[in-house]
């Protein structure tokens, strides 16, 4: 069974930062697309940042400039920096793993993240 362990989130203030892992028990180096979405009490879960095979990367407009998406095949590994947090940044992150060949969609179980003002 594939899994996606995230792991970073906590409690920060308002314009900290903090770094979101996401492990997967595969071998990422094929998947098409990572992302990591965020769901806020009350609210939908949306897109946060994605980033495909090619290296080109996709941002919600209200992170741009703040947050960067990375991914590391050698570790099976795809990151969220996240500065000058905002408390509206507030929700549970979540990560995804895509694969185009056979329609897998994986998702992580979620990381709290809480912005102080």
């Known amino acids: 069974q594939v899994q996606l362990v995230a792991s970073g989130g906590g409690l920060v203030q308002a314009g900290g930062s903090l770094r979101l892992s996401c492990a997967a028990s595969i071998s990422v180096t094929s998947a098409n697309d990572m992302g990591w979405y965020r769901q806020a009490p009350g609210k939908e879960r949306e897109l946060v940042a994605s980033i495909i095979s090619g290296g080109v990367t996709n941002y919600a407009d209200s992170v741009k400039g703040r947050f960067t998406i990375s991914r590391d095949n050698a570790k099976n590994t795809v990151y969220l920096q996240m500065n000058s947090l905002k408390p509206e940044d507030t929700a549970v992150y979540y990560c995804?793993?895509?694969?185009?060949?056979?329609?897998?969609?994986?998702w992580g179980q979620g990381t709290q993240v809480t912005v102080s003002s």
């Open positions: 995804r793993l895509y694969f185009i060949v056979g329609g897998r969609l994986y």
